[in-house]
């Protein structure tokens, strides 16, 4: 398993529009061989900011490096430029490789 997150430092005023703005995007994630989900995370607000991340889980950090060269990536960040900018800085990027995984254990 792979994790792929960037986080967003967004001003509170922004918070709104930054939301909406990846509500509405159509992410082409579930096109992509590997994509297992896919979250957009609202952390804590402080000193007039929100931290949020984006999440994405993948079958292999290859599948996740496919992604970000593919048709679908491009359509999917088509609209990053349209707006103004609405968090500081560039987002920070992270990945992860999974070195264990516990999962809970269904009823019958």
Do not use: C
């Amino acid at each position: 398993m792979y994790l792929a997150m960037n986080r967003f430092t967004v001003p509170l005023e922004n918070a709104a529009a930054f939301e909406e703005l990846w509500l509405s995007r159509d992410s082409h994630l579930k096109d992509m061989d590997g994509f297992v989900a896919f979250h957009m995370l609202k952390g804590p607000e402080e000193d007039g900011r929100v931290l949020y991340a984006s999440h994405t889980v993948w079958e292999s950090e290859a599948q996740f490096r496919a992604w970000t060269t593919s048709p679908e990536f491009r359509a999917a960040h088509a609209r990053a430029g349209d707006s103004k900018k609405l968090h500081e800085g560039a987002p920070r990027f992270e990945g992860f490789r999974a070195i264990q995984e516990i999962a809970a254990t269904q009823a019958a």
